[in-house]
């Protein structure tokens, strides 16, 4: 069975300080890998996703993340965080076990984004 | 309009009430879901369904039902709401081409508190 794991509930940062919210999975297979977010009284929006082919992948607002199959992770990036980062974000991965790709999502990691 | 449109926002019911949760979606996918959301719990899944005469038992399945109008409809039914059923309920869908997986859709959400 597939898990995603996110370090850490919340994260701090001050605002044009470098984001990183870490992912790490676990598939006996390799996966389809997925970063949504959630602003407060709104529904998750998806923000990037990796399937197959170049392992850093570019998303909206500014956002990136990389997969590395030898660490099983995929870790999200921003170089300089703005205000309009603070959200929710989760971390998703599936994969074709079973040929039914439903998604685990891990339990979402807060970014706090500070003046 | 939205993609994917949830009705109720929000829902006040007493212990013991029947009640609908509807979601429907203008993307075309055949592939819709039901997940809640609790704090620190992330998204469980609670049903899904791959075509109208496709339905699938999620995580958390029990205490609930789902009904598949169309490809367009899929709605979720508490038969006897209980007060831990208090969550954030989102409708998500998804496409799926070959074997590429594109990630899901979300619904706005319904705000269900069972009193």
């Known amino acids: 069975a597939q898990s995603v794991t996110q370090l850490g509930s919340h994260v701090s940062v001050s605002e044009g300080a470098l984001v990183l919210l870490r992912c790490n999975y676990s598939s006996s297979v390799p996966p389809y890998l997925f970063w949504y977010v959630q602003y407060p009284n709104q529904g998750l929006q998806l923000l990037l996703k990796?399937?197959?082919?170049?392992?850093l992948v570019k998303g909206i607002n500014g956002f990136e993340a990389e997969f590395k199959k030898s660490e099983t992770s995929f870790h999200l990036t921003k170089p300089s965080a703005h205000m309009s980062d603070a959200a929710e974000y989760f971390c998703?991965?599936?994969?074709?076990?079973?040929?039914?790709?439903?998604?685990?999502f891990g339990r979402g990691t807060s970014l706090i984004v500070h003046p | 309009d939205a993609d994917v449109t949830q009705t109720p926002r929000n829902r006040i019911t007493k212990t013991g009430k029947r009640i609908m949760l509807e979601c429907s979606q203008t993307k075309g996918h055949d592939r819709m879901y039901w997940y809640r959301q609790d704090p620190g719990l992330g998204l469980r899944l609670i049903y899904y369904?791959?075509?109208?005469?496709?339905?699938n038992k999620g995580e958390i399945s029990d205490g609930y039902s789902v009904s598949r109008q169309a490809q367009a409809k899929f709605s979720l039914s508490l038969e006897s709401a209980i007060p831990n059923q208090t969550a954030l309920y989102f409708c998500?869908?998804?496409?799926?081409?070959?074997?590429?997986?594109?990630?899901?859709?979300f619904g706005s959400g319904t705000r269900l508190t069972v009193v």
């Open positions: 990796y399937t197959t082919g170049a392992t």
């Open positions: 998500a869908t998804s496409d799926r081409t070959g074997d590429v997986d594109y990630g899901y859709t």
């Open positions: 369904s791959f075509d109208v005469k496709d339905i």
């Open positions: 998703a991965s599936s994969s074709p076990s079973g040929g039914s790709y439903i998604p685990t």
